[in-house]
């Protein structure tokens, strides 16, 4: 290689990090004769293929507690699955370049990673991740529900996600009040100095106020929304809307109709209510 092309592949690193108008000067005259078009096709030829953007990394987190029988745990796993098939969510999700992992959650230290972080690059990646979400056994049985605790342990886990993403989200389904470990609503100091958004999939049928709850204690951050599923027959339904509502309205950007209100017309949750009591394991 004579000193002229020698120099274009050292101007190229230079462009790289000082910028053209210095590299120009620090080349040797030798190099300056060379056409500017030369000098910037071979530095695109050295320079490496830049990683795709990740729109987003998303946390499932899967409500497997006492409440929670084998039935309706089948239905949650075969409805998240059924969902990531739809065509709007697969197309969302490739086009996202996302991230997913999949958390079962119970009480408090009872948060298993069933799916660890995957990446999203082609319709086989998302296949590859339904016939997981359908594989996956169940982690806990006739323990207490511990929202905080798996919002904690969510946030750990968007932390050491594999590669930058423009937005995180943590997805939390599940049909009962938080009795056990931290409130959810002590994480959000943690959730915003993380921008980490929190979204919700109320299970109506166990408790009357869960939508409220919900609404007002679990859901957090820019653009936070929830979901309602009318018991778990109605859950596959609602999955797929969340995520559809998550992905391709939020993500990439398609106009869909908005999700089911979740409106609430007054508090029943205040600041100063009682003192928080954990709940012992369901026996």
Not at 42 to 64: F, G, Q, S
Not at 69 to 78: G, P, S, T, V, W
Not at 100 to 106: E, F, M, Y
Not at 147 to 154: D, R
């Amino acid at each position: 290689m004579n000193k002229g092309r020698i120099a274009a592949v050292v101007g190229c690193v230079v462009i790289k990090i000082d910028g053209i108008a210095q590299t120009l000067d620090l080349l040797p005259p030798s190099a300056k004769p060379w056409p500017m078009r030369a000098l910037f096709l071979a530095c695109l030829l050295l320079a490496p293929l830049p990683a795709r953007a990740c729109a987003v990394a998303l946390v499932l987190a899967m409500d497997v507690s006492g409440s929670v029988d084998n039935e309706e745990y089948a239905l949650q796993m075969n409805g998240l699955s059924d969902a990531l098939g739809d065509p709007l969510v697969t197309e969302a999700l490739v086009n996202a370049k996302a991230l997913v992992a999949l958390v079962q959650w119970s009480g408090r230290s009872r948060q298993q990673v069933s799916i660890p972080w995957t990446a999203i690059e082609t319709r086989a990646d998302v296949m590859a991740l339904r016939s997981r979400v359908v594989g996956v056994k169940r982690a806990y049985r006739n323990y207490a529900t511990a929202i905080g605790e798996v919002l904690e342990h969510a946030i750990d886990l968007l932390k050491e996600i594999p590669r930058p993403c423009d937005r995180r989200v943590i997805d939390v389904s599940g049909d009962g009040e938080s009795n056990e470990g931290k409130r959810p609503v002590h994480t959000r100091a943690r959730l915003d100095l993380e921008d980490i958004t929190v979204n919700g999939l109320a299970i109506r049928g166990s408790e009357p106020n869960i939508v409220a709850y919900f609404r007002e204690r679990v859901i957090h951050g820019p653009a936070a929304f929830l979901e309602i599923a009318d018991g778990y027959e109605d859950y596959p339904r609602a999955i797929r809307r969340k995520l559809i509502s998550e992905l391709a309205e939020r993500v990439a950007g398609i106009p869909l109709e908005p999700t089911r209100a979740a409106f609430v017309l007054r508090s029943i949750y205040n600041e100063g209510e009682t003192s928080w009591r954990s709940a012992p394991a369901i026996k």
